[in-house]
Structures are given as structure tokens and as C-alpha cells.
């Protein structure tokens, strides 16, 4: 059963922007709280966090450029990406929580063009 369904990946030009979203299934409790990326042969990777308060978390790699957002109801999360570069293609995941239990996206792909 599909707990986090992200959207808005696709292919930019440096410089460019685009947003993510990732909403929690309506039947689901999972509470959708950060973005991790993974680039092409590398770790997947901590991007950003955002508390159920609205406390925020970032990468060092992406601070000042992106900005991670949620709904009142806690089950959907954002992250606005601006001046994108090269090095932040990657999949992007969202993560989730609902107790002690982790969940994933399935994640999209976003693709900087030099």
C-alpha cells in the first residue's frame, strides 16, 4: 500500500527552480516530515526536515536555496528548490513517520542541465 506519493520533479536548467510536493494517502496516518535525495551511484542523502511545529532543517548543500513547507494537516510536505545546479539532480524521496515506523516515497526525479 502506497503511503507517500511525490510530484513535481522533471528537468531544469541551471539556475532554474521547481517544487516538490509529497502527500500522505488519505486513509493513511503517516506524517510526510522530510526530503532526502539520491544522485546516480551515490548515498541517498538528508536534504531537508520539517517538525509537525514548523521547525526547519536543511542540508548545508542546499541552505539558502531551498525551502521545505507543510499543510496545517500534516499530511503534505513541500520543498521549493531555487537556483538549482547541476549537482542537485538526483531522485528525491520523501519520508514519513506514523509512531516509530519510518515510510518512503517512491520518489522523482529531477534532472539540472548545465
Known amino acids: 500500500q502506497v503511503q507517500l506519493v511525490e510530484s513535481g520533479g522533471g528537468l531544469v536548467q541551471t539556475g532554474g527552480s521547481l517544487r516538490l510536493s509529497c502527500a500522505s494517502s488519505?486513509?493513511?496516518?503517516?506524517?510526510?516530515t522530510a526530503w532526502y535525495r539520491q544522485a546516480l551511484g551515490k548515498q541517498r542523502e538528508f536534504v531537508a526536515r520539517?517538525?509537525?511545529?514548523?521547525?526547519?532543517d536543511y542540508a548545508d548543500s542546499v541552505k539558502g536555496r531551498f525551502i521545505i513547507s507543510k499543510d496545517k494537516a500534516n499530511k503534505k510536505v513541500f520543498l521549493q528548490m531555487n537556483s538549482l545546479k547541476p549537482e542537485d539532480t538526483a531522485v528525491y524521496y520523501c519520508?514519513?513517520?506514523?509512531?516509530?515506523?519510518?515510510?518512503w516515497g517512491q520518489g522523482t526525479q529531477v534532472t539540472v542541465s548545465s
Open positions: 488519505s486513509i493513511s496516518r503517516v506524517i510526510p
Open positions: 520539517i517538525s509537525p511545529g514548523g521547525s526547519t
Open positions: 519520508y514519513g513517520v506514523v509512531s516509530t515506523n519510518g515510510y
